[in-house]
């Protein structure tokens, strides 16, 4: 199972963007999804969660009522809308997702390669 961010960017303070995080592979499905960040200088964090259905999610504090989690199972694939970008929220983010490898009977936790965003004052 791989996992592809895209969508992050280079945008101004006040700004928005949409990251994408694609699932492809076989034999697998996707349980909890999440987004991550890290910023120079600083550990990892984690942003927002949803789960397998989309039913519950997740928001760090610093983020809620700016970003919004979702995820479109058809496509086996995450979102996070970003609106009201701060410069703070410049970092790396990576998704990640618990997965269960039908084949192998087994869960296993995959992350993407990152995809960078920055905030401009």
């Known amino acids: 199972v791989q996992l592809v961010e895209s969508g992050g960017g280079l945008v101004q303070a006040g700004g928005s963007l949409r990251l994408s995080c694609a699932a492809s592979?076989?034999?697998?499905?996707?349980?909890?999804m999440a987004w991550y960040r890290q910023a120079p200088g600083k550990q990892r964090e984690l942003v927002a969660s949803?789960?397998?259905?989309?039913?519950?999610?997740n928001y760090r504090d610093s983020v809620k009522g700016r970003f919004t989690i979702s995820r479109d199972n058809a496509k086996n694939t995450m979102y996070l809308q970003m609106n009201s970008l701060k410069p703070e929220d410049t970092a790396v983010y990576y998704c990640?997702?618990?997965?269960?490898?039908?084949?192998?009977?087994?869960?296993?936790?995959?992350w993407g390669r990152g995809t960078l965003v920055t905030v401009s004052s």
């Open positions: 949803i789960t397998s259905g989309g039913g519950s999610t």
């Open positions: 592979g076989s034999a697998f499905m996707i349980n909890t």
């Open positions: 990640k997702a618990d997965v269960f490898l039908v084949l192998r009977d087994k869960t296993a936790e995959v």
